[in-house]
């Protein structure tokens, strides 16, 4: 919720960029947690992908400012976002090793829709907006693509291998984010992207090359 609440205030790109800081704030609840430690290749993995993110959104053009204000809410609201992300995964870390995963998201998913249906109700916006028939159509998609087939998959993947190495590989969604976000909504791709791009793929890989079973 505060992620796309976020994307009212700054762009795809650096929102993007904020809620996939993810990896680290995996990586300190996974230490504190669930007592799972991380190599030294793998450290350095998550930090050039980190840093390469950081390093191609760093150029990304604001172009959403809220009443004149700097886009520091829109900020917050996306790193909050981040941080919700990694306790997700350490949750479902811990829990799917004792529940199944057709049980798990059925519970998680009814969890955050009542969650979300019940904030609309509490505030004054609308709980069904007055929205073109392809906004829908974008509204279905969401939750059939990324909801309920990209969550799952990170559900899945969290009971098999380590928090940190899933949200590091989540790290590939900035770029598909910046490519859509050229692709659709003219946010501009400059020629930093493609450093950016290379240094979190290599960033990935150091990460799960040397992740060990």
């Known amino acids: 919720m505060t992620w796309i609440v976020s994307l009212e205030y700054i762009s795809v790109a650096k929102s993007t960029f904020l809620v996939t800081t993810s990896p680290i704030w995996v990586a300190l609840l996974s230490l504190i947690v669930l007592k799972e430690t991380i190599s030294r290749k793998q450290l350095i993995g ?19 400012i809220s009443q004149g204000q700097r ?19 350490i949750i479902g870390r811990t829990l799917r090793q004792a529940i199944e995963l057709k049980v798990y998201v059925f519970l998680t998913y009814t969890f955050a829709t009542i969650t979300l249906v019940l904030y609309n ?10 929205m073109s028939g392809s906004a829908w159509v974008y509204i279905f998609c969401l939750a059939l693509g990324p909801q309920l087939i990209g969550h799952t998959i990170l559900n899945w993947g969290v009971r098999r291998f380590p928090a940190t190495l899933v ?18 909504l003219n946010e501009a791709i400059g020629p930093n992207s493609f450093l950016g791009f290379s240094g979190i793929v290599l960033g990935i890989f150091l990460t799960t090359r040397y992740y060990k079973r």
């Open 167 to 184: 949200s590091t590989i989540v790290l590939a969604e900035p770029i598909v984010a910046s490519v859509l976000a050229w692709i659709i």
């Open 46 to 64: 998550i930090i050039i992908a980190t840093g390469s993110a950081f390093f191609l959104f760093s150029f990304a053009e604001e172009t959403l």
């Open 121 to 130: 109700l509490s505030s004054i916006k609308q709980l069904a907006p007055n």
């Open 71 to 89: 886009s520091i809410k829109g900020e917050l609201l996306a790193t909050l976002g981040g941080i919700s992300v990694a306790a997700y995964l």
